[in-house]
């Protein structure tokens, strides 16, 4: 078993330069560089570029925005209506992930108290994130093996088979504040011994499957793949994975959940496999305020990002691209949700 130092993708440095510090994930895989982001608009950035994203992530960056925004107002001699409207362009920077609005919302419950207050609230976000991460792993790996258990061998070779898995985007410990959600059900499946093969579709435009799943899953030696997004109906319907497990950004109250999008596709191949799909995150993103997956915000991102890459054109000059960054899966073809606090079911009604 490889022993891996913890990824941190989001921190806060307290000297000699205060600020958020995060890994920059549009360089990934080939330059591991961190970033300090002490302006409110240096944050901003960061959420909006996507040097920090995944919805557990966001929380943390949410919170330890509001701190560099107190520290920006200190310097800069803000009044209190000017760091609320800055706090507020932190909380908007992405609408789809209720996380970041959480992170923003309980960290600016301190702001009375000062900067430190503010940081201390981050870090007790990070720390209780962290726990629910492994717990949530643990409880995503004890469903599986049950579930697969008792269902018909077919290509498995029987109970006690390696479980085959398929994930969709990055939802390990570079979308979270360490361990991972739905990268962390596979990890813990990897360290109990039972993982096998891991297809990581490779998730357009952007590529985090690509660049940032591929990289954690090497990072702790476990058999992967990379594949294109559009053979991940092939994949299941072909036999060669028993499960998949995807992270979320958001969860209904109903139990609809928004993800990268590409996960609708993978949840209906699996529903015609008859194969789980599981969503794995934290209490935190479930949102119950929101009724169900229509009332969810989906982002409409830059069309450029799918018309070039690395800047050069991959379509003619006068086609635009469509760009939305989640859709959403009904919760009648979510196998399980999986929490800190247990496993429902949706699916089952």
């Not at 990268?183 to 993982?195: D, Q, Y």
């Not at 060669?240 to 609708?264: M, S």
């Not at 209906?268 to 008859?274: F, H, I, N, V």
């Not at 949102?287 to 229509?294: I, K, Q």
Request: proline share 4%; glycine share 10%.
């Amino acid at each position: 078993m490889h022993e891996v130092t913890e990824i941190r993708a989001v921190d806060w440095a307290d000297g000699p330069e205060v600020g958020m510090v995060l890994i920059d994930q549009t360089l990934l895989p080939g330059v591991e560089r961190r970033v300090v982001c002490v302006t409110v608009d240096a944050v901003v950035d960061a959420i909006e570029r996507l040097v920090v994203r995944g919805a557990p992530a966001l929380g943390a960056a949410g919170a330890f925005g509001v701190a560099v925004a107190v520290a920006e107002g200190e310097r800069q001699g803000w009044t209190v209506a000017q760091l609320h409207d800055q706090v507020a362009r932190i909380r908007h920077a992405r609408p789809t992930a209720v996380n970041l609005a959480w992170g923003v919302d309980r960290a600016a419950a301190r702001l009375a108290e000062g900067v430190d207050a503010v940081v201390a609230e981050g870090r007790a976000l990070m720390a209780e994130d962290l726990a629910a991460n492994r717990t949530l792993s643990r409880h995503g790996a004890d469903w599986i093996l049950d579930r697969l258990d008792h269902l018909e061998p077919l290509d498995r070779g029987g109970p006690g088979a390696p479980v085959r898995v398929l994930t969709h985007c990055n939802a390990g410990a570079l979308a979270t504040t360490g361990w991972g959600t739905a990268l962390g059900v596979v990890r813990e499946l990897h360290e109990r011994g039972v993982l096998g093969r891991v297809y990581a579709d490779e998730t357009r435009p952007l590529l985090q499957g690509a660049r940032l799943t591929a990289w954690e899953l090497a990072r702790i030696g476990a058999d992967h793949v990379v594949q294109v997004d559009a053979a991940a109906a092939s994949t299941i319907l072909g036999g060669h994975v028993d499960v998949a497990v995807v992270g979320a950004d958001r969860i209904a109250a109903n139990g609809d959940a928004a993800n990268k999008i590409g996960t609708l596709g993978v949840a209906l191949a699996c529903a015609d496999a008859g194969i789980p799909f599981i969503v794995a995150a934290p209490l935190s993103t479930v949102d119950r305020h929101t009724a169900s997956g229509r009332d969810i915000h989906i982002e409409l991102r830059d069309g450029d990002e799918v018309v070039r890459w690395a800047g050069a054109a991959t379509a003619p000059d006068a086609t635009e691209g469509f760009n939305p960054a989640f859709d959403v899966t009904p919760a009648r073809l979510i196998s399980a949700i999986v929490t800190e606090v247990g496993v429902v079911e949706p699916g089952d009604g």
